[in-house]
């Protein structure tokens, strides 16, 4: 059975950091591209953060550029997002997301994490 179960979300006051945790079940990630988005009330899902399957290759949104950073870690099958300098507007629940092209589309998804940024 696919799984992927987001966890670190929570209510964090501007300025502060979280990290978030995507553990990965069913499927071994190490042939994914892994990546995290997020969706905000009334706003569609965006990007904000890639890495290659290897992990030596990553991507990151014009908004979070600088102040997010993702890693992975195959042999635990997990992927990480480090959120630092959180401001307001990062409030939104954050997805998991493993995609491979190869040998055919497989794209999954998890539950999502809140994470709440007010003081």
């Known amino acids: 059975q696919v799984q992927l179960v987001e966890s670190g979300g929570g209510l964090v006051q501007p300025g502060g950091s979280l990290r978030l945790s995507c553990v990965v079940s069913?499927?071994?990630?190490?042939?994914?591209?892994m990546g995290w988005y997020r969706q905000a009330p009334g706003k569609e899902r965006e990007p904000v953060a890639g890495?290659?399957?290897?992990?030596?290759?990553?991507n990151y949104g014009d908004s979070v550029k600088g102040r997010f950073t993702i890693s992975r870690d195959n042999a635990k099958n997990m992927v990480y997002l480090q959120l630092n300098s959180l401001k307001a507007e990062d409030t939104a629940v954050y997805y998991c997301?493993?995609?491979?092209?190869?040998?055919?589309?497989?794209?999954?998804w998890g539950q999502g994490t809140q994470v709440t940024v007010s003081s």
């Open positions: 890495i290659s399957p290897g992990g030596s290759r990553t």
């Open positions: 069913g499927f071994t990630i190490s042939s994914y591209m």
């Open positions: 997301k493993a995609r491979r092209e190869s040998p055919q589309l497989q794209e999954y």
